[in-house]
């Protein structure tokens, strides 16, 4: 189930413990004018209203408005998965350790190949961070899955690429995750036919992977163009 409306509105009418797992890629607040290198071109880091400090009133209510429906939501064994970096990582922990919610991991997204730096006075930019949230003290790991995954015990450091082209193929966002780190997420915390819910859906990236797995999905885009993206991405599956 996909729709195009602000996460809040529909994860409202949604009854409480309900969805399996949450994968969440929520705004970074990063578009600040800045530039950086994609393709090989100088571009702007903006990537639209949505992602800008200036049009929340607080970004710290924000944060906790939508966690706070995603622990109402979640199944007393469900668990969350939140991406960030430096710019909301740390309000969104701050956030989660006020709601109750304990931190199973911190996972290290080493994207393998990040871009180039524009001005050489700092370390090159190469991950992000995915934290991973439980409601209660009992939660799904597929340990088993994952040990024959990585052929060892699977760390928390995760060697991935960006997003391949093929994904793009209905159209492009600009904070699309790849197939291999929600393919992952998904394999590591649901079983077949669990309900996945991404608040901030994209271009579809997580109902994709969950559709390719056996899994129920829903998903929330608030912009008309991505969510458009996403539905005709689905629907080729």
Request: glycine share 6%.
């Amino acid at each position: 189930m996909l729709y195009n409306d602000n996460c809040l509105n529909v994860m409202k009418k949604i009854k409480d413990n309900f969805i399996d797992v949450i994968f969440a890629d929520p705004p970074y607040f990063l578009s600040n004018g800045g530039k950086s290198i994609h393709s090989g071109k100088v571009v702007s880091v903006n990537k639209g209203k949505w992602d800008k400090k200036e049009n929340y009133s607080s970004t710290l209510i924000f944060t906790k408005n939508w966690i706070s429906e995603c622990k109402r939501i979640l199944k007393k064994d469900g668990t969350i998965w939140i991406t960030g970096t430096k710019h909301n990582i740390f309000e969104i922990k701050s956030v989660l350790e006020e709601l109750g919610l304990e931190i199973i991991n911190i996972i290290i997204w080493n994207k393998l190949d990040p871009p180039p730096l524009i001005y050489k006075n700092k370390f090159r930019f190469s991950y992000e961070f995915v934290i991973w949230v439980k409601k209660t003290r009992t939660y799904n790991f597929n340990y088993d899955e994952m040990f024959k995954e990585a052929g060892m015990e699977m760390t928390d450091v995760w060697r991935m690429p960006a997003v391949s082209m093929s994904e793009k193929h209905f159209g492009y966002h600009p904070t699309q995750k790849p197939e291999c780190l929600l393919r992952r997420i998904i394999m590591a915390s649901t079983l077949p036919n669990q309900i996945i819910l991404d608040p901030f859906m994209g271009s579809g990236t997580t109902c994709a992977v969950a559709k390719k797995l056996c899994r129920q999905y829903i998903g929330i885009e608030i912009e008309k163009k991505y969510y458009d993206i996403a539905c005709k991405r689905i629907q080729y599956i």
